[in-house]
């Protein structure tokens, strides 16, 4: 049974054109081809980067928070109580008005006390500044690299200028070092994306950063495979082009460094709209649902790749629009929060928070979702 399933799995009308086999990509006269087996090796090195990642933030994004003065928020802990740790974990976070009063009476504390030490704890919960300043700077390293390297594979070849030559040949295409180096790093870096994503700071777009890790590692894996390699180096250095401009301004938006966080930001929206609502779909997925057509048939593997290129775009199309929301509050000198965050809660003093009558004043604040906030000391 499972000799069937890989037989059907790996049957060349899936992965490949009309009239040709696996046996036409075995390696023959120095000539290098893509395999499967190949990829292998990224598991080990997606643990390899969780280990250098576990480090970086220790001995480099950790002394760089320092230099930056980025400064945690004192935060007062909520005091320890069985009964309202009882209902935080197992109940919610949130308690309605109702509820509040009858963990009241169960505590012995009074409802405003009972919505003081709830709006503590969730504090608590919240990661801390310098956990989201080492992320960004990780992240920012990464990317920043990425595409410097990603634009040495790819500028001096004909397919940079001309998507025509990204087919010629196909898929008849042999590989260079570099090209495969690139692509391992690459899928190693987004498998350990996926492996810490529970540990790492959670925004409000939580599953479409799950759905997005997933279907970037589905199509780089199925691109090697069926060697999209060359349209696939294209679609990597076009990603990593604006994503390390978004981590930058993270970086100086914890530090609060004002002015230069807002100016990396609206330099990262217009690459990040001009990217990937402009050249990913009237260049590259033009090249990769046009041109094949004019070589052969179209097969599982054609539409499998651009369905998944379909998903990414339209998670493009998502951030876009949050990306243009916050850029046009900051042309119009508005506050502007990142959205997909949570923002933490304050007291103006031990003894006196905003509550109205039914209920806590500043429950809305439990569901903020802030992009970059410009206060510097509560958001991401």
């Known amino acids: 049974m499972l000799q069937i399933l890989y037989d059907y799995f790996w049957w060349e009308r899936l992965w490949l054109p009309v009239n040709l086999t696996w046996a036409d990509l075995e390696d023959r006269d120095g000539r290098i081809y893509a395999k499967a087996s190949d990829l292998y090796i990224t598991l080990p090195l997606a643990l390899l980067f969780l280990i250098i990642r576990y480090f970086f933030e220790i001995y480099v994004a950790t002394p760089l928070a320092?230099?930056?003065?980025?400064?945690?928020?004192?935060r007062l802990r909520a005091s320890p109580n069985p009964t309202l740790e009882n209902f935080y974990c197992t109940s919610g976070k949130h308690p309605k008005q109702a509820e509040v009063e009858l963990l009241s009476r169960k505590s012995g504390l009074s409802s405003r006390q009972v919505e003081r030490w709830f709006r503590r704890r969730r504090n608590q919960d919240r990661p801390s500044l310098l956990k989201k300043f080492r992320e960004a700077s990780w992240r920012f390293t990464f990317y920043l690299i990425a595409f410097i390297a990603g634009m040495a594979v790819i500028v001096d070849k004909p397919w940079f200028y001309d998507m025509k030559e990204v087919w010629k040949g196909y898929p008849i295409q042999s590989t260079i070092p570099s090209q495969y180096w690139y692509y391992m790093i690459e899928l190693s870096f987004y498998w350990s994306l996926l492996f810490s994503i529970a540990s790492d700071v959670k925004r409000k777009?939580?599953?479409?950063?799950?759905?997005?890790?997933?279907?970037?590692?589905?199509?780089?894996?199925?691109?090697?495979?069926?060697?999209?390699?060359?349209?696939?180096?294209?679609?990597?250095?076009?990603?990593?082009?604006?994503?390390?401009?978004?981590?930058?301004?993270?970086?100086f938006n914890y530090a609060g460094w004002k002015n230069t966080?807002?100016?990396?930001?609206?330099?990262?929206?217009?690459?990040?709209?001009?990217?990937?609502?402009?050249?990913?779909?009237?260049?590259?997925?033009?090249?990769?649902?046009?041109?094949?057509?004019?070589?052969?048939?179209?097969?599982?593997?054609?539409?499998?790749?651009?369905?998944?290129?379909?998903v990414l775009q339209v998670l493009h199309i998502f951030w876009a629009y949050l990306i243009l929301r916050m850029a046009l509050k900051f042309v119009t000198g508005k506050l502007v929060e990142d959205e997909r965050s949570d923002r933490e809660e304050t007291e103006s003093s031990e003894g006196d928070e905003a509550i109205t009558s039914g209920g806590m004043k500043n429950h809305h604040l439990a569901n903020g979702h802030p992009i970059l906030n410009n206060n510097h000391r509560k958001n991401d």
């Open 261 to 310: 966080c807002n100016t990396i930001f609206i330099v990262f929206a217009i690459v990040f709209i001009i990217t990937r609502l402009v050249i990913l779909p009237f260049w590259i997925l033009h090249c990769t649902i046009v041109y094949p057509l004019q070589l052969y048939p179209a097969f599982f593997g054609y539409y499998f790749f651009n369905s998944m290129m379909g």
């Open 66 to 74: 320092a230099l930056l003065n980025v400064k945690e928020k004192t």
């Open 205 to 251: 777009d939580f599953k479409e950063q799950v759905i997005h890790h997933v279907a970037t590692i589905i199509l780089i894996s199925f691109s090697w495979c069926a060697n999209y390699i060359r349209a696939g180096t294209l679609i990597m250095a076009l990603h990593d082009s604006s994503d390390y401009l978004l981590e930058s301004a993270k970086m």
